[in-house]
């Protein structure tokens, strides 16, 4: 028996998934040091793709690497980032909270430090509407990451419902090349689970609010879906993620988390 008073299922080792890299006080989520402070502790790293403007009419804009659809939360710039130039971004932003300042990441820069570091990435797509140019250049930035002959170390989720077709175009492009192949999820609020069903339409992988009940974990479980719990920030929150007995917990520390864990589970 454990300190939380958990089965020995319950108690099981967790996967850990470093969200946004890593957010803390003094470190900057979706930056290279949220990624590199994160990683030694994190089996998988979580980040958030948008799209920056078209450079002179070109149909590739950058990926980068940002949760929400404007710089003004994350950095001394302002506006929409999918109405920016990346060259003016990577010239003039700079993230002005949590820590030293750090540039906006392009996701050509993420895929070989993770790779340094023998890290999974779990990739969300923040945007509902991308094109299939779009959708065919992130394929092939990430396509190389996860070999057909290995593991898949690439999982793509949708949010809610609301980045599905996004997500489906990449997956379309991901079916039609045997050299290749990655692993897809569905993300969520644990306030309004989403049914199996639908889950299971997008991939076998599931993150969900921590709030959702625990017989709803058990049933996701039961029906092949692995069930990761987000996203936790003390220790209350590790308590109660673990008593549920998720797959695996997204933290905004995982330094925090493993250390927790190890003295009390």
Not at 155 to 170: C, D, R
Request: aromatic fraction near 8%; include cysteine; charge should be positive.
């Amino acid at each position: 028996m454990t300190a939380l008073n958990v089965t020995p299922a319950q108690a099981a080792t967790q996967i850990i998934i470093g969200h946004r890299g890593m957010s803390t006080s003094n470190i900057p989520e979706n930056t290279k040091l949220s990624f590199t402070t994160a990683a030694p502790d994190a089996d998988e790293l979580e980040t958030d793709i948008r799209w920056t403007r078209d450079p002179s009419g070109s149909p590739d804009r950058t990926i980068v690497l940002h949760h929400d659809a404007t710089l003004d939360r994350m950095t001394n710039c302002s506006g929409r980032v999918k109405d920016w130039y990346y060259a003016d971004i990577a010239l003039k932003c700079r993230t002005d909270v949590n820590g030293p300042a750090q540039p906006v990441m392009k996701l050509s820069e993420l895929l070989p430090l993770a790779k340094t570091y023998g890290k999974r990435l779990v990739l969300e797509i923040k945007v509902g509407d991308i094109t299939d140019h779009q959708a065919r250049q992130f394929w092939n930035q990430v396509k190389t990451y996860s070999p057909a002959t290995a593991s898949p170390r690439i999982q793509v989720h949708a949010f809610n419902g609301t980045t599905m077709n996004s997500v489906k175009k990449i997956k379309a492009l991901d079916l039609a090349d045997a050299n290749y192949n990655l692993r897809y999820g569905y993300i969520a609020l644990g306030s309004n689970p989403p049914s199996a069903a639908s889950v299971l339409a997008i991939g076998p992988n599931l993150h969900i609010g921590m709030e959702v009940p625990t017989t709803s974990v058990a049933a996701y479980k039961a029906k092949g879906i692995r069930v990761f719990l987000w996203v936790g920030r003390t220790e209350a929150d590790y308590a109660l993620m673990v008593s549920k007995a998720p797959n695996g917990v997204v933290v905004d520390d995982p330094k925090r988390f493993k250390t927790w864990y190890v003295n009390n589970v």
